[in-house]
């Protein structure tokens, strides 16, 4: 059973249907007395860095979360839940992530002629072959929707991308993961890298 985080700053609704379609069974957990019983955790997000991170405090997740990823469980951060699992991000200065991962996150150059947000399809360089990008093949497409980014040289980079600069498209540290990309609307490429999630789960 894969539990979702709802902490009030999460695209559900996708996430939940893209899990139905590769078969893998779900349920939403609120608090953290929904971790138990669960084989791993997906963190998803949209918004900002600094209000979600008041969300997961007000629920009493933040040091829930992080004891799940040092045990090395399966957890899985989409898109705003990446950021969320490192230290710092321009968007909220001050504010402090959940810390899993060492670094932090910049806005976007805005003197590249590039549209802020970086919103459609980018490839991927993949760095790491195992694990969720386990078959995915060099150059896959996924879909983004970000402003910030984890900048190309940060520790654990399972595959990046570029959009003006390099930055991390995902990262990778054991049975811990996160995409900046969306793989719940990213196709069957997506769709695959929730399924090797699933399996690493044991679902």
Same mark, same amino acid.
């Not at 490839?123 to 996924?142: A, H, M, N, W, Y």
């Not at 970000?146 to 995902?170: K, M, N, R, T, W």
């Given at each position: 059973m894969i539990g979702i985080i709802d902490y009030g700053a999460g695209n559900l609704k996708s996430v939940q249907n893209a899990l139905q379609a590769i078969g893998a069974p779900w349920r939403m957990a609120e608090g953290p007395a929904d971790f138990k019983g669960a084989d791993g955790l997906i963190l998803p997000g949209v918004g900002s860095f600094g209000s979600a991170m008041e969300q997961l405090r007000q629920k009493n997740l933040i040091d829930p979360i992080r004891a799940w990823a040092a045990e090395d469980r399966p957890l899985l951060g989409i898109c705003l839940g990446l950021q969320l699992l490192f230290q710092t991000s321009e968007e909220s200065p001050g504010a402090a992530g959940l810390g899993i991962f060492p670094g932090g996150?910049?806005?976007?150059?805005?003197?590249? +002629?590039?549209?802020?947000? !970086?919103? *459609?399809?980018?490839?991927?360089?993949?760095?790491?072959?195992? &694990?969720?990008?386990?078959?995915?093949?060099? +150059?896959?497409?996924? @879909?983004?929707? !970000?402003? @910030?980014?984890?900048?190309?040289?940060?520790?654990?980079?399972?595959?990046?991308?570029? @959009? *003006?600069?390099?930055? &991390?498209?995902?990262?990778?540290? *054991?049975?811990?993961?996160?995409?900046?990309?969306?793989?719940?609307?990213? +196709?069957?490429? +997506?769709? &695959?890298?929730?399924?090797?999630f699933a399996e690493i789960c044991g679902e």
């Open positions: 996150f910049r806005r976007f150059p805005e003197d590249k +002629g590039l549209k802020i947000p !970086h919103i *459609g399809w980018n490839q991927l360089s993949i760095r790491k072959t195992d &694990g969720i990008f386990r078959d995915v093949p060099e +150059g896959s497409c996924c @879909y983004f929707v !970000h402003s @910030y980014y984890l900048p190309a040289d940060a520790a654990h980079i399972a595959a990046q991308s570029e @959009y *003006g600069v390099p930055f &991390g498209a995902a990262v990778e540290r *054991g049975r811990v993961a996160a995409c900046q990309f969306h793989p719940e609307k990213s +196709g069957k490429t +997506g769709l &695959g890298i929730l399924r090797r």
